[in-house]
């Protein structure tokens, strides 16, 4: 079966640039979850989608960030202009509504901002 | 108080050695507990779910306390490859979207 699969799995980019992360969940799952991890703030939930639709994105640290599922196997993650603090580990997740199900996780994107 | 709390550590044990992680949650109505293990620069991965009665997979027990609102992990006889981080996942109360604990370093030595 194929996971979470995202894309690029590394991205370095300079200051100012648009960068676009990419991710397919795992077919049937009703959410979708983008995360990133540093060091500094460990694993943070930055937008949750139910079934395409937005439900809470209140982790989205600022309005550079925008994130958008055009369809139930697609979302983006967007960062314009990009900034060097943003450099992470962003990771995208799916899980099934059922009950209280687990999450699946992709690879993750590198992101590293010069 | 944070909403999931661990410990960091790191843990570091001998081979074969027995060791306990316990995660700490503040939001009384939380329902769904998890494990999960991290490898340096890998995704989290589910190691297993907390049942409120216990669970256990091979070298693996999980264990839920809600009266003092913890989580509790235990690994019997260590192997090197246990070697990751361990993350507890917490639900928010009244929710299902999930909250992650800062997770707890384990290093296990020959």
Redesign the interface.
Known sequence: DAGVIQSPRHEVTEMGQEVTLRCKPISGHDYLFWYRQTMMRGLELLIYFNNNVPIDDSGMPEDRFSAKMPNASFSTLKIQPSEPRDSAVYFCASSFFEGNQPQHFGDGTRLSIL | RKEVEQDPGPFNVPEGATVAFNCTYSNSAS??F?W?RQDC??????LM?VYSSGNEDGRFTAQLNRASQYISLLIRDSKLSDSATY?C?V?KGGS????????TSLIVHP
């Open positions: 329902q769904s998890f999960y620069r890998k995704e989290p991965k589910l779910s993350l996942v639900n299902y979207i999930p909250t992650f604990g800062r997770g």
